[in-house]
């Protein structure tokens, strides 16, 4: 049974190992920004009965009612199970609770660029309630345009 809790000092190695392993998601360049985030950012960890990490999550506030989703990865051998759906639901309840924040973005690769690995991670935003909002086609670099997605959380 995958239980979700947040992401502490212990989880840090964990994590980014777990992503290491993702080579068709996250290249050199994003695994050191993903170092770099995941020792300042919040998060929440996915985590199995032994207690391992299979899956993360980090953010960040922009404004008090603004929150960004930095980093999520689930291990390969764990995904298409719902932990990533339930690792956003208990950071978007977490948000609510917060009693600020009411839009969560996230950014991922653009449809502009055909590649079917996060294709199917656009697909994962879109079932779980994200809305296109703009493609930037050069706010990473111009061979990953970026596509930010936007979720309202409340009133
Ligand atoms: C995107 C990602 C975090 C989603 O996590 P996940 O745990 O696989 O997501 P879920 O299981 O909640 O949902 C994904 C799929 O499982 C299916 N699913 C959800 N709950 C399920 C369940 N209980 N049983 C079987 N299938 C289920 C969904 O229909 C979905 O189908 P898909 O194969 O078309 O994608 C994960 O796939 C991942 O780590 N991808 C690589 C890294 C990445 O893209 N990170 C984001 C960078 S912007």
Redesign the pocket.
């Known amino acids: 049974m995958t239980q979700i809790r947040p992401l502490g000092a212990a989880d840090i190695r964990p994590a980014t190992d777990l992503a290491t392993t993702?080579t068709e998601?996250?290249n050199e360049e994003g695994l050191s920004q993903m170092a770099r985030d995941v020792r300042v950012q919040r998060g929440l960890v996915a985590v199995d009965d032994g207690d391992q990490v299979v899956?993360f999550v980090t953010y960040k506030h922009h404004y008090p009612v603004s929150a960004e989703i930095t980093?999520?990865?689930?291990a390969g051998s764990?995904?298409?199970?719902?932990?990533?759906?339930?690792?956003i639901r208990t950071l978007e309840d977490h948000l609510r609770q917060d009693g600020q924040t009411r839009i969560l973005q996230?950014?991922?690769?653009a449809e502009t660029v055909e590649y079917e690995?996060?294709a199917?991670?656009r697909?994962?935003y879109e079932?779980i309630g994200f809305l296109p909002l703009e493609v930037f086609p050069t706010l990473w670099n111009a061979d990953n345009p970026a596509k930010v997605y936007v979720k309202f959380l409340g009133p």
């Open positions: 993702l998601y996250f899956g980093w999520i990865a689930v764990c995904q298409s199970q719902g932990i990533g759906t339930s690792l996230v950014k991922t690769l690995p996060y199917r991670t697909r994962f079932r």
